[in-house]
């Protein structure tokens, strides 16, 4: 498990490419990207805040719940937190596999509760004006899925 | 007992970090307590199904015991990933 939570930018096609190289009898690697997004073209910048300390805990439980329950080969987590624009790469996951349906599988059940298990929160700023990103029930709702 | 706030609570309250004495037995006796110190507080802490806290960097409730607990904090729904 590697399990990153920085300020820094970072490549995601090299990290991808070195999670790949770095397995060894595993038939599939899924990766998911997250990118700020500007969907009202208003978007200047994107704060995102974390509780140091209890952001690693969370990621690694994540992580590891993700490795109990399906057999994988390994699992990648970046994560930055500070000033992003528009276009940047927020993080990122990467899971591998013998099996695709597996790799994904693990992927999703990551994302789900990387966005509302572990202590991130997003400040949009558009112009003038500050806000909060609230969280939304239906990522709430997806955690069910995996009970 | 290090009290942390995060977000819009850190912002509301006005400030990321303090250090409390009290003899709150609960998470809930806790947040009585500092709704009861300033308006500042109280309205950090109007709507507590808006609001998440941690135990020791744990997610956890707010009928949680305090017993042993050396850090607390309170925040917003997380909007990860």
Request: aromatic share 10%; glycine share 6%.
């Given at each position: 498990?590697?399990?990153?939570?920085?300020e820094a930018?970072?490549?995601?096609?090299?990290?991808?490419?070195?999670?790949?190289?770095?397995?060894?009898?595993?038939?599939?690697v899924?990766?998911?990207?997250?990118?700020?997004?500007?969907?009202?073209?208003?978007?200047?910048?994107?704060?995102?805040?974390?509780?140091?300390?209890?952001?690693?805990?969370?990621?690694?439980?994540?992580?590891?719940?993700?490795?109990?329950?399906?057999?994988?080969?390994?699992?990648?987590?970046?994560h930055?937190?500070?000033?992003?624009?528009?276009?940047?790469?927020?993080?990122?996951?990467?899971?591998?596999?013998?099996?695709?349906?597996?790799?994904?599988?693990?992927?999703?059940?990551?994302?789900?509760?990387?966005?509302?298990?572990?202590?991130?929160?997003?400040?949009?700023?558009?112009?003038?004006?500050?806000?909060w990103?609230?969280?939304?029930?239906?990522?709430?709702?997806?955690?069910?899925?995996?009970? | 007992?290090?009290?942390?706030?995060?977000?819009?609570?850190?912002?509301?309250?006005?400030?990321?970090?303090?250090?409390?004495?009290?003899?709150?037995?609960?998470?809930?006796?806790?947040?009585?307590?500092?709704?009861?110190?300033?308006?500042?507080?109280?309205?950090?802490?109007?709507?507590?199904?808006?609001?998440?806290?941690?135990?020791?960097?744990?997610?956890?409730?707010?009928?949680?015991?305090l017993?042993?607990?050396r850090e607390?904090a309170?925040?917003?729904?997380?909007?990860?990933?």
């Amino acid at each position: 498990m590697k399990i990153l939570v920085q300020e820094a930018a970072f490549d995601a096609g090299a990290e991808l490419n070195d999670f790949t190289k770095a397995q060894s009898s595993m038939g599939a690697v899924v990766s998911f990207t997250g990118i700020v997004r500007d969907l009202d073209a208003g978007l200047k910048q994107m704060d995102i805040e974390h509780y140091p300390g209890m952001t690693e805990r969370a990621l690694e439980k994540i992580a590891s719940d993700a490795m109990g329950r399906w057999n994988l080969g390994d699992v990648l987590v970046i994560h930055r937190f500070g000033a992003l624009k528009p276009e940047d790469v927020i993080m990122m996951v990467a899971t591998a596999s013998k099996h695709r349906k597996v790799a994904f599988e693990a992927a999703d059940f990551l994302m789900d509760f990387l966005k509302s298990r572990a202590p991130f929160w997003k400040k949009e700023q558009t112009g003038a004006a500050q806000d909060w990103v609230s969280s939304k029930q239906e990522d709430e709702n997806a955690l069910t899925r995996w009970e | 007992m290090n009290v942390l706030y995060f977000a819009w609570v850190r912002e509301r309250i006005g400030l990321p970090k303090e250090q409390i004495e009290t003899s709150a037995a609960t998470v809930m006796d806790l947040v009585e307590e500092l709704r009861a110190r300033e308006e500042r507080y109280a309205l950090a802490f109007s709507d507590l199904s808006a609001l998440r806290v941690a135990v020791d960097q744990d997610l956890s409730d707010f009928d949680a015991s305090l017993e042993g607990v050396r850090e607390i904090a309170f925040f917003p729904p997380m909007t990860g990933g």
